[in-house]
């Protein structure tokens, strides 16, 4: 008979709670080796939360729910230093920073769990001091009781007294109810690492964890030409950044394919960007434009400078997540600088037409490890 709920975290002890940890450790084990399977459930292939469903199911007849974000809201949030075998650790491994991936703890900051990628797949035992997973680690959650057999630091499975787990329970509900104020994200308090915001990554991941994709697509116009004052059309752009997120700034590399209507030519500009957060960029680089330039609104010819070639800022609005992506609206301030054809500077009216341009469009972005399900 399945139990579901936390039905079965009122009705048991303490005795009974270990035996029901050493029963879904050792139904764990037994899987270890078999493949990882994106939204299986045994008894063959697993994913990480079809692992945990079906131990629970197989080992002590508990229904959990099968997600696991769902995992996450069902069980209660408990400090690190009450984690003990048979509990859940969650972990952050998606570019949104949300709850992404699920284990059963078994000791000795030891988990089991079921990955679909990285040098071992499938079920397999790791450690949550690892490199990699001590930078996604987010949260150690409770589902039955505690049997009195937290660990502390890195020491092995200690049986507690009574006494002292009755001092302890008071901790704990006072602890949990914090934890639960945080449920929407920011969850587990210290525990929580991983990006604060999609162009900053503070965890301690690999390399690929820090890299980030950004596609623009824009449409260019400008205020003015040399002769009138009104709105001109000045062309379509498009752009592809690879970004490396760092904790506070993070630098990118871009290529820019430019159709300068404004000038009649085609322009690819190379763009070495400076992120602040999702909203700013910086950027500057050279300019490489092809086929003869002239002034927006007249006949006079120009020339495109390759460095200095183009600078400019980049805003963006509040983002729309769908999973990994973030979509935003873009605004670009951006100046191309121009000569005359003998290299000779041209005046500050006919240069500003020429160079001065807005770029209003969307920016796509994405982390690499969106690639990395679990």
Known sequence: MLVPG???????????????????????????????????????AFDCSGLIYTVAHDSIARQLPRTVKAMYSHVRIVPDDQKEPGDLVF????????????????????????????????????S??????????AACGKFLPSAGLEEHGSSSVNAKKSNNNEKKKSGEKTASAKKKENASGSNAGTA????????????????????????YATTDWSLFTEK??????????????????????????????????GVGAFQMPVIFSLYAGEYFRAYAGPLFSFGDCTTPGSADSIKASVF?????????????????????LVQDICYSVYNNPSNSALSALKSASAGLEFCTGVRIAFPMSMFRKN
Not at 111 to 118: E, K, P, R, T, V
Request: with cysteine; glycine share 14%.
């Open 228 to 261: 009138k004052f009104m709105v001109n059309f000045r062309g379509l752009s498009s752009e592809a950044d690879i970004i490396y997120r760092g904790r506070i700034l993070s630098p990118g590399l871009g290529l820019l394919l430019r159709w300068n209507y």
């Open 6 to 44: 936390r039905c079965i975290a009122q009705s048991i002890s303490e005795a009974e709670s270990r035996v029901y940890r050493e029963k879904l450790i050792s139904e764990a084990k037994k899987h270890v080796g078999a493949p990882y399977v994106r939204g299986a459930v045994g008894p063959d």
């Open 192 to 215: 929580r690492t991983g990006q604060d915001s999609f162009m900053t990554y503070n965890g301690d991941g690999s390399f690929a964890d820090h890299i980030a994709f950004a596609g």
């Open 128 to 137: 949550i001091k690892e490199g990699y997973w001590r930078g996604k680690y």
């Open 308 to 328: 200095p070639g183009v600078i400019g800022v980049t805003f963006a609005a509040p983002s729309f997540t769908k999973g990994d992506l973030k979509v935003q």
């Open 91 to 126: 972990f952050r491994t998606t570019g949104d920073g949300s709850i992404s991936h699920v284990g059963l703890y078994i000791g000795n900051n030891q988990f089991i769990s079921a990955l679909s990628d990285g040098p071992n797949t499938g079920v397999i035992v790791s």
